[in-house]
């Protein structure tokens, strides 16, 4: 089958899957991205069963990176930007993570023995959106670590398929509807409400610096 995303891009073309800073993007132009995106990875030499760690807080390109891994078998490896260097070089090494991506120049060290992707993700592809099998594995996400050292656990996509829809069966997620993106992506709870939103083509709201909370909530659909 295809991905939420992209099931609700060929139903649902115009509503809007992101929004950010009060822009939103369609679910027609996300899924085109996507799959630009998606042609970057494996320029750059990525495979099926590689894994990428994406090292920022919630952004548009980190949900976009998301779903570009869910099509190409990748596994989306997501850690908290507050880490320092240390850290993220042991969790880096302890799960075999070979390439890298992180949305500006502050993790030099980091970059001196693993591949750096410079992506664009504005691009835009016309191709046809790929068959993915449900039960493989799509992302690497730490355990909150309250108990001891965090474990890795992975997660395939009937997984968050069907956590999705155990949501929406006690909170009624549709079309037209939004909801704030208020944890982070490098957390459960957060890659939770991207594919709660793409499974009813609702839309993932990515909170704005710049505004309050207060703020935000009357501007932006949520």
Known sequence: MLSPLHQSARQYPTAIALMANGRGISYRNL?????????????????????????????????????????????????????????????????????????????????????????????????????????????IILTSGSSGTPKAAMHSLAGHIANAEGSRSLIALQTGDGWLASLPLFHIGGVAIINRCALAAATTVLPDSSLSLAQQLKRDPI
């Open 31 to 139: 899924s085109q991205q996507v799959l630009a995106l998606g042609t970057q990875l494996r320029d750059a030499g990525l495979h099926a069963g590689d894994k990428l760690a994406c090292i920022a807080g919630n952004c548009a390109e980190l949900v976009k990176l998301y779903w570009a891994c869910v099509d190409n078998g990748l596994l989306f490896c997501p850690l908290s930007p507050k880490f320092p260097d240390s850290q993220l070089e042991g969790l880096m090494q302890r799960f075999a993570i070979q390439y890298l991506w992180c949305p500006d120049d502050a993790r030099q060290p980091l970059w001196q023995t693993r591949q750096r992707l410079n992506l664009n993700f504005a691009l835009t592809a016309n191709s046809t959106a790929p068959e993915i099998a449900l039960d493989t594995a799509v992302d």
